[in-house]
């Protein structure tokens, strides 16, 4: 199972060499097996990549991710058509009914709203915490009474403070939460695709102009992992630095539950589009969702 996280900051040359990753900077060389990689960030704008590597990246469907000039994640690598049957996989995608997607985004804003009241249970906010949780119970098929909303509404303030707003560019706090969504989007948008699913076909989000529509249905229950790192670790006027990108793209590696077993988050992620795949071919009518539990690197007994 992959499990190294590759981040490139400085200027190097990225190539394929006897199916291992040749990193090449003016000072040294390395080798990295692609079977152990799960996803590469590069940062460096002066960094150069082959083709050759390129494809094998996406035959191994490793996530590689792409900074823009303010050093934010702004494209993922995603393997094309790396399923069998990528066709059948996406015309029973296609034949999903109103009536199961709706009750699909049902699972996944109860799952997002439990997480968020275990996210303040952990950062030692009890009484909001409980509030979302009867609220996670009460939500309804296609969540038509708009509980997602209300519980951002409590959520947000409850956990960074009542001056906190979501997207305001001078607390450092949203550029953590960015880039930390931005890198479990990818990984969402690289299972997806690994599974023969067209990512820009939603469930609840049918944005024209977004190519991941169905990732950012899928993200939803995983964020909170990032928002209890950030809520834990940072402060409006911490900035986000190489080490805390490193540790945002390591959270990755981080303990999540699925049905009472702990597994990586990629992983989870990987299990999560899973259970859709089987939903699709009507082998199952439950998600397997993510419950969000303390923060603690992922270990393999």
Known sequence: MPYRNIIIQNEAALSLKNKQIRIKTDTKEATIPIEDVDTILIESRQTTISTSLLSALAGDGVALFVCDEFHLPCAVLTPF????????VAGKQLALGISTKKQ??????????????????????????????????NVRSGDAGHSEGYAAAKYFPALFGKGFIRGKTDDCRNAWLNYGYAIVRGCVARSLAVYGFLPMIGLQHHSALNQFNLADDFIEPYRQIVDVFTAKYATCDDALTSDIKNQLVNLINYDIALQDKRYTLSRAIELTIQSFSAICSGRAKTLLLPELVELKMHTYE
């Open 81 to 88: 058509a790396q399923h069998s049957r990528h066709s059948e």
């Open 104 to 137: 699909l985004w049902k699972q996944i804003v109860s799952a997002k709203i439990n997480n968020q009241s275990k996210c303040l249970l952990l950062c030692g906010e009890q009484a909001v915490s409980h509030e979302l949780a009867t609220m996670a119970k």
